[in-house]
Structure formats: structure tokens, C-alpha cells
């Protein structure tokens, strides 16, 4: 049996279609939001300076999960709330779960409606019932966001020209979506969704051994 192909060489040039078809991609969906940047903008809404200190009702964390939403999702400890990654993985799949919801209920799953539901609960937004406060936390939210994907969008179109001067120098791992493309290094960066800026990762280390 002949052993799979070898991808040893050319790796800017696979970086620089990698990013390529993901500025497409951000492009195509301008109008739109990611979830990242629907997340990102609730923890700016919920807890900008990240506190650590507990909410009023003992809220913890980026997003500021109370206890019986945080046990919901993960049977690891509720101040496991303070560790960023760990909040963001309770937040994607609270995301999702809300998102699902929404659907379920023949709502459109808009950052607004996605924000509202976050606020004020999946059932009050069916019922239109969702209170004053709710619907103001909603629209920052909204705005943020839109703000937050207004800038990734600008800087998604700036990258490419950029892209043709990485070089190869040592081992990196980078992952686009359900695209991976391995190395044998330690090192791990992503393009795409990031909590913080959901669009490109150029690197001064470039990477090798791609297969």
C-alpha cells in the first residue's frame, strides 16, 4: 500500500489559500454576526472589567453564569467560571441550547433574540413577555456585536496582502472550522472563531511538515 501523499512543502502558499477562503467566507456573511461575536459582546455587556468578585446572585465569570446554569452544562466546579476558556465553553453550548430553542419555538435566532433569551429566558421571549430591562440588554448587546463584526470585517479584507510574507520557520497547528491541518509541533493557533477577535491569526512563526 502506498503511504498517504506528503505535504512538506509550499506552506505559505496552503496558508495563504487557508486564509483566503476564510475572508471569503467572513465576507459573504458581512450582515451577520458570528456566535463568537454574539458571545464576545455579552461578556462585554455582562462583566466588561472582569470581575471576579460574585454578582448580586452570585453570578461568577465573563458571562456571569449562575450556579444552576454553569451545572447545567459541566459538572466542574462553579468558580471554574473565573478561568476564561472554561466560560467559554459553557457559553457555546448555552448558546446553542438557546439558539435551538429559539428555532423550536419558530423565533428567528437573531443576536437580539439570542441576547433577549439569554436575559430574560427562551419562555418569556415566546410569550413577547420579556421585561424593559431585558429588551435594553438585548439591544447593546445587538449593537456591540455589530460593532465587534464591523471591525473583523474591515480587518479580515486588510489581511491577505500580508499573508504571502509568512514564512516557514517551525511547527504550527492551525485549525479553520472543521478544517485541521496538523503538525508535529506543540503549537496551536486558530483562525476563525476566537472569543476575542474571531477572524485571522497571522503568525511571525510560520509552520512546516503540513500532512
Known amino acids: 500500500m502506498?503511504?498517504?501523499?506528503?505535504?512538506?512543502?509550499?506552506?505559505?502558499?496552503?496558508?495563504?489559500?487557508?486564509?483566503?477562503?476564510?475572508?471569503?467566507?467572513?465576507t459573504a456573511n458581512a450582515a451577520n454576526p458570528s456566535r463568537w461575536?454574539?458571545?464576545e459582546a455579552?461578556?462585554?455587556?455582562?462583566?466588561?472589567?472582569?470581575?471576579?468578585?460574585p454578582?448580586?446572585?452570585?453570578?461568577?465569570?465573563?458571562?456571569?453564569?449562575?450556579q444552576e446554569t454553569w451545572r447545567h452544562y459541566t459538572s466542574a466546579p462553579f468558580n471554574n467560571a473565573l478561568d476564561r476558556q472554561?466560560?467559554?465553553?459553557?457559553?457555546?453550548?448555552h448558546y446553542d441550547w438557546i439558539r435551538t430553542g429559539l428555532i423550536n419555538q419558530g423565533i428567528d435566532p437573531s443576536v437580539y433574540n439570542i441576547a433577549l433569551a439569554w436575559n430574560a429566558g427562551i419562555g418569556a421571549v415566546?410569550?413577547?413577555?420579556?421585561p424593559a430591562v431585558a429588551r435594553d440588554y438585548a439591544s447593546r448587546v445587538t449593537n456591540i456585536a455589530r460593532g465587534i463584526h464591523s471591525e473583523n470585517v474591515a480587518l479580515a479584507a486588510a489581511k491577505p496582502a500580508a499573508v504571502a510574507a509568512v514564512a516557514p520557520s517551525r511547527p504550527v497547528?492551525?485549525?479553520?472550522?472543521?478544517?485541521?491541518?496538523?503538525t508535529s509541533g506543540a503549537h496551536a493557533l486558530t483562525l476563525g472563531e476566537t472569543p476575542a477577535r474571531?477572524?485571522?491569526?497571522?503568525?511571525?512563526?510560520?509552520?512546516?511538515n503540513l500532512r
Request: charged share 15%; hydrophobic share 45%.
Open 55 to 66: 454578582g448580586p446572585r452570585g453570578e461568577l465569570g465573563a458571562y456571569q453564569f449562575r
Open 173 to 182: 497547528t492551525f485549525t479553520l472550522g472543521a478544517l485541521r491541518m496538523p
Open 37 to 39: 461575536e454574539t458571545l
Open 126 to 130: 415566546a410569550r413577547g413577555t420579556a
Open 86 to 93: 472554561a466560560s467559554d465553553a459553557v457559553a457555546l453550548k
Open 42 to 53: 455579552i461578556h462585554r455587556v455582562e462583566n466588561p472589567h472582569n470581575l471576579t468578585t
Open 2 to 26: 502506498q503511504p498517504p501523499p506528503s505535504h512538506h512543502r509550499r506552506a505559505p502558499a496552503i496558508l495563504a489559500v487557508v486564509l483566503g477562503l476564510f475572508a471569503a467566507g467572513t
Open 198 to 208: 474571531p477572524v485571522f491569526v497571522v503568525a511571525s512563526e510560520s509552520f512546516t
